[in-house]
C-alpha cells in the first residue's frame, strides 16, 4: 500500500511540469488598501522556489480537466513563518492533487505582514471575494469556496475563518494542517513577523491567538497534525479544537504519530494513506454544488 502511494505521488508531482500554465490574479490591480512596509523592494524566489518579500499579492489559479471537475474550489495558503510563501509542496503540489481530484485550487501568494499584523485578513477577505466574483467563469459554484492552511498559512487561515467581515468572504469550510494558533505556542520568528515591535505585548499576542476569536456559525473545521511536531506544538490545535467545540462549531481533528513538521506531500510521510483520503473525505462532505444539480 505505502509503495503504491509512493508512485501516485511520484506522478502526480511529475505532472506539475506538464500542468497547464495558471490564471494569475493580482489581488488589488490599483494596489493594496495598506502597506506592508515592503513595498519598492524587489520580491524574490529563493533556491527552494519559495516567494520572499511579497509585497503585491496574486493567486494563482489550477484548473481541473473540465471533465473530472467537481464545481469546487480550494483557496491554498502555504506556510513560511510569515516571511516567505512555501508553494512547491505546500503551494503547487497541493494544487496538483487537488486537480486530480477535479477541484480547481487557488495558490495565494499573500503579503507579508513585516509586523503589520492586520495584512493576513486584508489578504484573505481579498482573495475570498475574488474567487466568489470569478467561481461560474471557472466552473465553480460559489457556494462550494474552502481554504486551506499550512503553519503560519494555517494562522492566516484561521484568522480568516474566525474574522471574515461578511457573507462574500465568509469560507464555506476550512482545512487546517499543522497550523499555528495561538501566540503563545508560535515561534518567535513567526511571532515576530506578524507583531513586530509589539511581539512581546501580551494582549496584542491574545488578539491575534485565532483560538480566542472563535465564535457561534463560523465555518466547520477539519485539524490534521502529527504528535512530535516541535516547530508548531499539538497545543495549538488543540486549543482550536477546543474553542470550536465550546462554540458549537463542527469540527474533527486528527492527530498522527509521526511526521513532525512539514510533512506534507513528503515521500517520507509515515500516514499519507490515511491523510489524504481523509481531507478528501471532508472536502466532498462540503460539497454544496449538490444542492443545486
Known amino acids: 500500500m505505502r509503495r503504491c502511494f509512493l508512485i501516485v505521488l511520484a506522478v ?3 505532472g506539475i ?3 497547464r500554465e495558471p ?3 493580482p489581488l488589488f490591480p490599483e494596489g493594496a488598501p495598506s502597506k506592508n512596509g515592503l513595498e519598492g523592494t524587489p520580491e524574490t524566489i529563493n533556491d527552494k522556489g519559495y ?3 511579497v509585497s503585491e499579492p496574486e493567486l494563482e489559479v489550477f484548473l481541473p480537466d473540465s471533465a473530472r471537475a467537481t464545481g469546487q ?3 491554498v495558503v502555504p506556510g513560511g513563518s510569515y516571511e516567505k510563501v512555501c508553494v512547491t509542496y505546500e503551494g503547487y503540489r497541493t494544487a496538483e492533487w487537488l486537480n486530480g481530484e477535479g477541484i480547481v485550487a487557488a495558490v495565494l501568494k499573500y503579503r507579508m505582514p513585516n509586523g503589520h499584523p492586520e495584512i493576513p485578513l486584508e489578504d484573505g477577505v481579498q482573495a475570498m471575494r475574488v474567487l466568489r466574483r470569478e467561481a461560474r467563469s471557472w466552473g465553480v459554484d460559489p457556494r462550494s469556496v474552502g481554504v486551506m492552511g499550512f503553519s503560519a498559512g494555517g494562522h492566516f487561515v484561521s484568522t480568516l475563518l474566525t474574522e471574515y467581515p461578511d457573507a462574500e468572504s465568509r469560507p464555506d469550510f476550512g482545512v487546517l494542517v499543522y497550523p499555528v494558533i495561538t501566540m503563545s505556542y508560535s515561534s518567535a520568528r513567526t511571532r515576530e513577523n506578524l507583531l513586530g515591535a509589539r511581539s512581546g505585548d501580551e494582549a496584542l499576542r491574545k488578539r491575534y491567538s485565532t483560538c480566542e476569536q472563535v465564535h457561534e456559525g463560523m465555518p466547520e473545521v477539519l485539524l490534521v497534525l502529527c504528535d512530535d511536531d516541535r516547530a508548531v506544538v499539538p497545543e495549538n490545535s488543540i486549543r482550536f479544537y477546543r474553542a470550536l467545540k465550546k462554540q458549537g ?3 474533527a481533528m486528527h492527530i498522527f504519530p509521526q511526521g513532525g513538521h512539514g510533512f ?3 515521500e517520507r510521510y509515515r500516514y499519507g ?3 489524504y483520503p481523509l481531507i478528501l473525505r471532508w472536502i466532498r462532505e462540503h460539497d454544496n454544488t449538490k444542492q443545486s444539480k
Open 51 to 53: 516567494y520572499v518579500g
Open 73 to 75: 474550489i480550494m483557496l
Open 12 to 14: 502526480l508531482v511529475a
Open 17 to 19: 511540469a506538464e500542468a
Open 23 to 25: 490564471l494569475r490574479i
Open 273 to 275: 494513506e490515511e491523510t
Open 249 to 251: 462549531v463542527r469540527a
Open 264 to 266: 506534507w506531500m513528503r
